[in-house]
């Protein structure tokens, strides 16, 4: 399990597009990916859960991956966080 503490640095508006974006980028893992956050642990592979997080600047929250391919997850999610 790779856990990393990500905090969002630019404006990011975060309706369904950017969101549907960010649900593609931890698909592609098959890895389980998830974001913690004010004690929520939501599937970032369900569109219906990241839209439900209120992600904009300055946001902190916790990018976890478990499986075969678990830094490449975590890494991909960050990646997308930080070119959003």
């Given at each position: 399990m790779v856990k990393?503490?990500?905090?969002?640095?630019s404006e990011l508006d975060m309706n369904s597009r950017?969101?549907?974006h960010l649900v593609q980028e931890a698909s592609q893992y098959?890895?389980?990916v998830r974001i913690?956050?004010?004690?929520?642990?939501?599937?970032?592979k369900s569109i219906m859960g990241?839209?439900?997080?209120?992600l904009g600047k300055g946001t902190t929250f916790t990018v976890?991956?478990?499986g075969e391919d678990e830094e490449k997850a975590v890494n991909g999610?960050?990646?997308?966080?930080?070119?959003?």
């Open positions: 990393r503490s990500v905090t969002i640095q950017p969101v549907a098959s890895s389980k913690e956050m004010e004690n929520k642990q939501i599937n970032a990241m839209m439900s997080l209120n976890v991956a478990d999610v960050e990646e997308f966080f930080a070119t959003h």
